[in-house]
């Protein structure tokens, strides 16, 4: 598995700018965002994580173009929005299972799969930098090589690391239902984790370093800090993020009756 990003991590310094850091900004900003306040403000919390669900579905699973990826991301936040507790807790489950799998994997992540026998690969020894359309193209090259190697490692994968994979979807679950409080900060300290990461990849992919490899050589260390980052952000909304819903409730209740004033007031001058 980790040939395709390597492959990737070579090419990618030959893509177009655009593409590498509109995306990069984007999700750091948005990972800040979830990872520290996404707790106080849920129903944003919900669009930005429908929205980002609905383009990964699009981009890396369905593939039908750049319209319908961004289609998919915005029909993801009007369901966020509409089921948003419900929502939440689907998407903790989603991504413990995805991160289990991501660690429960590390034995099979060597495998290479068809990548050296791929012809698209040859572009990554071109000098010059490609343009917006190219290096999309390419990136989508190299989503479905990766996708294929995620379908031959799950096919090979015994089936107690199935099972553990299914308990810690229905722990979640159960967390999400009992401890609505807890599960949701964890939901977004994690995911808001996952987008810095993102994005400083895609940013540091810009600027000609190696990320991809640097993690791959010391997974332990960036496991570590991947688990200190997600704990930090947890414990700081379960802190602080209490506070600042309830100002914004009563900053809304005095909008409110503030408005019921100005139209009492309106009604009785009219009845005069």
């Known amino acids: 598995m980790f040939e395709v990003f390597g492959y990737f991590e070579q090419v990618a310094v030959r ?10 900004l984007v999700a750091v900003l948005l990972g800040l965002f979830v ?36 289609l998919l991301a915005g029909a993801g936040a009007f369901i966020a929005i509409k089921f948003e507790r419900k929502f939440i807790v689907l998407l903790t489950a989603v991504l413990a299972a995805a991160l289990g799998f991501a660690v429960l994997t590390g034995p099979y992540i060597g495998s290479g799969g068809s990548l050296e026998r791929s012809p698209e690969y040859k572009i990554q020894s071109r000098a010059a930098t490609m343009g917006v359309r190219p290096s999309l193209e ?7 090589d990766f996708r294929a190697t995620v379908k031959q490692t799950y096919l090979h994968m015994p089936a107690y690391k199935w099972a553990v994979i299914i308990a810690l979807v229905l722990i979640f679950i159960a967390a999400g239902i009992y ?38 050589r010391r997974g ?9 980052t997600t704990a930090f952000g947890t414990i700081e909304q379960l802190l ?18 503030k408005q019921q004033q100005t139209e009492r007031r309106t009604q009785g001058w009219r009845n005069r």
Request: proline letters at 3%; aromatic letters at 14%.
């Open 15 to 24: 893509f177009s700018p655009v593409v590498l850091v509109v995306p990069g």
């Open 179 to 216: 401890f609505w409080r807890l599960t949701s900060a964890l939901c977004c300290a994690t995911l808001g984790t996952i987008l810095i990461f993102a994005g400083m990849i895609l940013l540091l992919l810009y600027k000609g370093s190696a990320p991809i490899s640097d993690i791959y």
């Open 138 to 144: 390419t990136a989508k090259v190299y989503a479905a």
């Open 220 to 228: 332990s260390f960036y496991l570590g800090v991947f688990g200190a």
């Open 240 to 257: 602080v993020c209490p506070r600042i819903r309830a100002k914004l409730i009563t900053k809304k209740e005095k909008m409110e009756d």
């Open 35 to 70: 990872w520290l306040g996404g707790l106080g403000f849920e129903r944003a919390l919900a669009a930005v994580a429908g929205a980002v669900s609905g383009g990964i579905c699009g981009f890396f699973v369905v593939d039908r173009g750049f319209i319908f990826t961004a």
